[in-house]
């Protein structure tokens, strides 16, 4: 299952452990990626909380917990070659994957089809 937020965030649920990223049109706005922070693995957040730091060229912004949960992994490729958020996006850009508290809240996220809208 593929959920977005209108902080342009995707995620894929796998069991009850979601993958998180950013969508193609927030590297789009963002430009050339230079700079990524993940936060810890073990790290509680809850829904809209700070997750991750994105530095580009042109602005730094912040990467929200889409849903309360904790991290159980962060993608350390991105850290090292932050252009990879940029060449792939919603494949290896992925920042971290978290257990979800209440997976059923993914229902309330965007699919494809609204987010498209969205950013028309």
Do not use: C
Not at 4 to 23: M, N, P, Q, S, Y
Not at 84 to 111: H, I, R, Y
């Amino acid at each position: 299952m593929l959920k977005f937020t209108e902080d342009h965030e995707w995620l894929k649920l796998e069991g009850d452990v979601a993958t998180i990223g950013i969508t193609a049109h927030a590297t789009e706005l963002l430009g050339d990626i230079v700079f990524v922070q993940l936060p810890d693995p073990g790290a509680k957040l809850n829904k809209g909380d700070s997750a991750a730091v994105v530095e580009s060229v042109k602005a730094a912004s912040d990467v929200y917990a889409p849903l309360a949960g904790e991290v159980v992994e962060i993608n350390q490729a991105i850290v090292d070659d932050p252009a990879t958020v940029n060449a792939d996006p919603q494949g290896k850009g992925w920042f971290f994957k978290m257990k979800l508290a209440d997976k059923s809240l993914m229902e309330g996220l965007m699919d494809e089809a609204a987010y498209r809208k969205l950013i028309e």
